[in-house]
Protein backbone atom coordinates (compact mmCIF):
# COMPACT_ATOMS: atom_id res chain seq x y z
CA UNK A 1 0.00 0.00 0.00
CA UNK A 2 1.34 3.62 -0.86
CA UNK A 3 2.34 6.06 1.63
CA UNK A 4 -0.46 8.27 0.81
CA UNK A 5 -3.01 5.29 0.26
CA UNK A 6 -5.96 4.66 2.82
CA UNK A 7 -6.90 1.26 3.55
CA UNK A 8 -9.68 -0.42 1.89
CA UNK A 9 -13.18 -0.74 4.37
CA UNK A 10 -14.63 -3.67 4.93
CA UNK A 11 -17.89 -4.15 5.15
CA UNK A 12 -19.39 -7.80 7.05
CA UNK A 13 -22.74 -9.22 6.50
CA UNK A 14 -23.80 -11.59 9.04
CA UNK A 15 -26.67 -13.96 8.76
CA UNK A 16 -28.57 -16.90 8.20
CA UNK A 17 -28.84 -18.34 4.51
CA UNK A 18 -31.91 -16.75 2.53
CA UNK A 19 -31.97 -13.74 4.81
CA UNK A 20 -30.92 -11.71 1.97
CA UNK A 21 -27.25 -11.00 2.55
CA UNK A 22 -25.93 -11.72 -0.99
CA UNK A 23 -28.46 -8.91 -2.74
CA UNK A 24 -27.05 -6.61 -0.20
CA UNK A 25 -23.73 -7.66 -1.19
CA UNK A 26 -24.31 -6.78 -4.56
CA UNK A 27 -26.04 -3.54 -4.35
CA UNK A 28 -22.96 -2.06 -2.29
CA UNK A 29 -20.09 -3.59 -4.94
CA UNK A 30 -22.24 -2.00 -7.87
CA UNK A 31 -22.93 0.88 -6.25
CA UNK A 32 -21.06 2.51 -3.56
CA UNK A 33 -18.11 4.22 -4.61
CA UNK A 34 -15.14 3.24 -5.56
CA UNK A 35 -13.50 -1.13 -5.78
CA UNK A 36 -15.20 -3.38 -4.25
CA UNK A 37 -14.25 -7.01 -3.84
CA UNK A 38 -16.61 -9.51 -2.82
CA UNK A 39 -15.33 -12.19 -0.56
CA UNK A 40 -17.56 -14.54 1.69
CA UNK A 41 -18.96 -18.00 1.93
CA UNK A 42 -20.22 -18.55 -1.80
CA UNK A 43 -16.85 -17.52 -2.78
CA UNK A 44 -14.98 -20.18 -0.43
CA UNK A 45 -17.39 -22.92 -0.94
CA UNK A 46 -16.42 -22.38 -4.79
CA UNK A 47 -12.90 -23.10 -4.44
CA UNK A 48 -13.25 -25.73 -1.70
CA UNK A 49 -12.79 -29.06 -3.28
CA UNK A 50 -16.07 -31.47 -3.28
CA UNK A 51 -14.75 -33.78 -0.67
CA UNK A 52 -14.66 -30.95 1.98
CA UNK A 53 -18.11 -29.49 1.48
CA UNK A 54 -19.43 -27.71 2.49
CA UNK A 55 -16.71 -25.95 3.54
CA UNK A 56 -17.18 -22.42 5.55
CA UNK A 57 -21.10 -23.22 4.61
CA UNK A 58 -21.46 -25.77 7.33
CA UNK A 59 -25.07 -25.58 9.08
CA UNK A 60 -25.37 -25.41 12.65
CA UNK A 61 -25.57 -28.78 14.56
CA UNK A 62 -22.04 -30.15 14.57
CA UNK A 63 -22.81 -32.75 12.20
CA UNK A 64 -19.13 -32.70 10.47
CA UNK A 65 -16.29 -32.90 13.47
CA UNK A 66 -13.99 -33.81 10.40
CA UNK A 67 -14.34 -30.58 8.59
CA UNK A 68 -14.03 -28.34 11.44
CA UNK A 69 -10.58 -27.84 11.59
CA UNK A 70 -10.64 -27.27 7.55
CA UNK A 71 -12.97 -24.81 8.04
CA UNK A 72 -10.97 -23.10 10.40
CA UNK A 73 -8.21 -22.86 8.53
CA UNK A 74 -10.73 -21.43 5.67
CA UNK A 75 -12.11 -18.73 7.71
CA UNK A 76 -8.58 -17.40 8.58
CA UNK A 77 -7.02 -17.68 5.37
CA UNK A 78 -10.32 -15.59 4.04
CA UNK A 79 -9.81 -12.91 6.45
CA UNK A 80 -6.17 -12.80 6.33
CA UNK A 81 -7.11 -12.39 2.83
CA UNK A 82 -9.22 -9.61 3.19
CA UNK A 83 -6.76 -7.57 5.21
CA UNK A 84 -4.30 -8.31 2.24
CA UNK A 85 -6.89 -6.43 -0.32
CA UNK A 86 -7.76 -3.59 2.02
CA UNK A 87 -4.25 -2.94 2.45
CA UNK A 88 -4.05 -2.27 -1.07
CA UNK A 89 -6.98 0.13 -0.86
CA UNK A 90 -9.35 -2.24 -1.83
CA UNK A 91 -12.59 -2.14 -0.07
CA UNK A 92 -13.85 -5.46 0.43
CA UNK A 93 -17.98 -6.99 1.20
CA UNK A 94 -18.23 -9.92 2.92
CA UNK A 95 -21.22 -12.30 3.14
CA UNK A 96 -21.06 -14.54 5.78
CA UNK A 97 -23.14 -16.99 8.36
CA UNK A 98 -21.15 -17.36 11.34
CA UNK A 99 -21.93 -19.34 14.19
CA UNK A 100 -20.76 -21.20 17.09
CA UNK A 101 -22.87 -24.69 16.26
CA UNK A 102 -20.20 -27.03 16.11
CA UNK A 103 -19.28 -30.13 17.92
CA UNK A 104 -17.07 -28.09 19.99
CA UNK A 105 -16.52 -24.62 21.05
CA UNK A 106 -14.42 -22.98 18.06
CA UNK A 107 -14.60 -19.35 18.44
CA UNK A 108 -13.95 -18.64 14.65
CA UNK A 109 -16.25 -15.03 15.22
CA UNK A 110 -12.73 -13.93 17.75
CA UNK A 111 -10.63 -15.42 15.53
CA UNK A 112 -11.37 -12.90 12.67
CA UNK A 113 -11.52 -10.65 14.85
CA UNK A 114 -8.34 -10.61 15.82
CA UNK A 115 -6.89 -10.56 12.72
CA UNK A 116 -9.33 -7.77 11.48
CA UNK A 117 -8.02 -5.79 14.45
CA UNK A 118 -6.94 -2.26 13.65
CA UNK A 119 -8.75 -2.28 9.87
CA UNK A 120 -11.72 0.19 8.91
CA UNK A 121 -14.15 -3.02 9.48
CA UNK A 122 -18.19 -3.18 9.91
CA UNK A 123 -19.74 -6.00 11.30
CA UNK A 124 -23.46 -5.51 10.19
CA UNK A 125 -26.19 -8.00 11.26
CA UNK A 126 -28.44 -9.40 8.66
CA UNK A 127 -32.01 -10.37 10.10
CA UNK A 128 -35.46 -11.80 8.67
CA UNK A 129 -37.75 -13.62 10.11
CA UNK A 130 -37.64 -17.32 9.84
CA UNK A 131 -40.98 -17.22 8.07
CA UNK A 132 -39.77 -15.21 5.14
CA UNK A 133 -36.99 -17.12 5.08
CA UNK A 134 -38.86 -20.12 4.27
CA UNK A 135 -40.67 -18.64 1.75
CA UNK A 136 -37.53 -18.00 -0.24
CA UNK A 137 -36.59 -21.07 0.12
CA UNK A 138 -39.30 -22.32 -1.15
CA UNK A 139 -39.18 -19.79 -3.97
CA UNK A 140 -34.95 -21.19 -4.60
CA UNK A 141 -34.67 -24.33 -3.58
CA UNK A 142 -38.25 -26.09 -3.82
CA UNK A 143 -37.36 -27.07 -0.02
CA UNK A 144 -39.36 -26.23 2.55
CA UNK A 145 -41.46 -27.64 5.44
CA UNK A 146 -41.15 -31.17 6.72
CA UNK A 147 -44.31 -33.10 5.30
CA UNK A 148 -45.67 -32.65 9.16
CA UNK A 149 -45.90 -29.00 8.54
CA UNK A 150 -42.98 -27.85 10.85
CA UNK A 151 -39.84 -26.02 10.31
CA UNK A 152 -36.66 -28.08 9.67
CA UNK A 153 -34.31 -28.23 12.66
CA UNK A 154 -30.99 -26.76 11.08
CA UNK A 155 -33.35 -23.87 9.69
CA UNK A 156 -34.35 -23.15 13.51
CA UNK A 157 -30.73 -23.72 14.32
CA UNK A 158 -29.61 -21.16 11.97
CA UNK A 159 -31.88 -18.53 13.27
CA UNK A 160 -30.79 -19.17 17.09
CA UNK A 161 -26.89 -19.10 16.55
CA UNK A 162 -26.65 -17.30 13.52
CA UNK A 163 -26.78 -13.90 15.81
CA UNK A 164 -24.99 -14.84 18.66
CA UNK A 165 -23.62 -12.49 20.74
CA UNK A 166 -25.84 -10.01 18.60
CA UNK A 167 -22.78 -7.37 18.71
CA UNK A 168 -22.83 -5.13 15.42
CA UNK A 169 -22.56 -1.58 14.28
CA UNK A 170 -25.46 -1.97 12.29
CA UNK A 171 -28.44 -4.42 11.81
CA UNK A 172 -30.94 -4.41 8.96
CA UNK A 173 -34.01 -6.47 8.30
CA UNK A 174 -34.53 -7.40 4.89
CA UNK A 175 -38.20 -8.05 5.51
CA UNK A 176 -39.24 -4.60 6.36
CA UNK A 177 -36.50 -3.01 3.65
CA UNK A 178 -35.46 -3.73 0.15
CA UNK A 179 -31.53 -4.65 -1.03
CA UNK A 180 -31.24 -1.30 -1.46
CA UNK A 181 -32.78 0.13 0.90
CA UNK A 182 -30.98 -1.83 3.22
CA UNK A 183 -27.81 -1.01 1.65
CA UNK A 184 -28.04 2.57 2.21
CA UNK A 185 -28.61 2.24 5.80
CA UNK A 186 -25.01 0.37 5.66
CA UNK A 187 -23.80 3.36 3.76
CA UNK A 188 -25.01 5.52 6.04
CA UNK A 189 -23.56 3.79 9.01
CA UNK A 190 -19.85 3.20 6.66
CA UNK A 191 -19.58 6.82 5.54
CA UNK A 192 -21.62 9.36 8.10
CA UNK A 193 -21.47 7.28 11.45
CA UNK A 194 -18.99 6.84 13.73
CA UNK A 195 -16.08 4.61 13.72
CA UNK A 196 -16.86 0.60 13.86
CA UNK A 197 -16.56 -1.09 17.06
CA UNK A 198 -18.64 -4.09 17.04
CA UNK A 199 -15.77 -6.49 16.51
CA UNK A 200 -13.25 -4.86 19.39
CA UNK A 201 -16.39 -5.34 21.87
CA UNK A 202 -16.39 -9.06 20.20
CA UNK A 203 -12.82 -9.44 20.94
CA UNK A 204 -13.28 -8.41 24.35
CA UNK A 205 -15.64 -11.07 24.97
CA UNK A 206 -12.71 -13.65 24.90
Same mark, same amino acid.
Given at each position: ??????????????????????????????? @???? +????????????T???? /???????????????????????????????????????????????????????F? /? /? #?????????? +? @??????? =?????? %? %? =?????????????I?????? +?Q???HD?? =????????????????? #????????E????????? =?????
Amino acid at each position: MGQTELPGKIIILNGAPRSGKSSIASVIQNE @FEGV +WMNIGVDRIMDMTPEKF /QPSIGLRPGGERPDLEPIIQKLYLAMYKSIVAFSREGLNVVVDVGHHEGYSEEREFL /Q /Q #AAQILKGTPA +W @FIGVRCP =IDTVMK %R %R =IETWQKGYTPEGNIPKPIEL +WQNVVHDPG =IYDLEVDTSLFTSEECA #AQVYQRVYEGPPPSALQK =ILNLT
